[in-house]
């Protein structure tokens, strides 16, 4: 009579382990895996906002430019306006998230911060990347955008001459 108990005491056992198996290992896994202290969890990332430098807003240019390029070659069905106002549009997004839209004015001596609108970025950005992708592919850029590029050009160097 015992031996029959035992025996199904050890079914049982049997079937609880394959139960606990199933259903509990992977709550108890989750707990070893997740931290269920949410709140007290520090911030490890950088949470200051720097402005962006020379090299920063060069390699935002640079990728934007090499965006236009690869966009407004030849084979890729691409309007040339279009893909110049989405890397610029990306150039001063970029800027507005990761720097708060803060650039270091590399102009003046003093190298301080500027929060600049996005329109002027935008203005400055169409400047600096045409003039970038003028560099990189000029075959791809349709004359009527140099011609407008260099007239843009001229009036921003007759303005520096008024100033100095």
């Given amino acids: 009579m015992l031996s029959l108990y035992y025996k199904k005491l050890m079914k049982f056992k049997a079937k609880m382990s394959s139960f606990s198996r199933k259903i509990l290992f992977p709550f108890l896994l989750l707990g070893f895996l997740l931290d269920i202290n949410f709140y007290k969890n520090e911030v490890l990332a950088d949470t200051e906002v720097k402005a962006a430098n020379a090299d920063d807003i060069a390699l935002y240019e640079g990728m934007s430019a090499s965006y236009v390029c690869l966009a407004s070659r030849k084979g890729v069905d ?3 306006d279009k893909s110049l106002n989405v890397a610029v549009t990306t150039f001063v997004n970029v800027i507005q ?10 102009v003046s001596k003093k190298k301080k911060e500027v929060k600049v609108e996005p329109k002027i970025l935008g203005f400055n950005g169409t400047i600096k990347i045409l003039g970038r992708a003028l560099q990189i592919c000029p075959d791809t850029i349709p004359e009527k955008t140099k011609q407008e590029f260099d007239k843009i050009v001229k009036q921003i160097q007759k303005e520096n001459l008024k100033k100095d």
């Fill in 97 to 106: 998230g990761k720097h708060g839209g803060k650039v270091i004015d590399i």
């Fill in 78 to 80: 691409l309007d040339f």
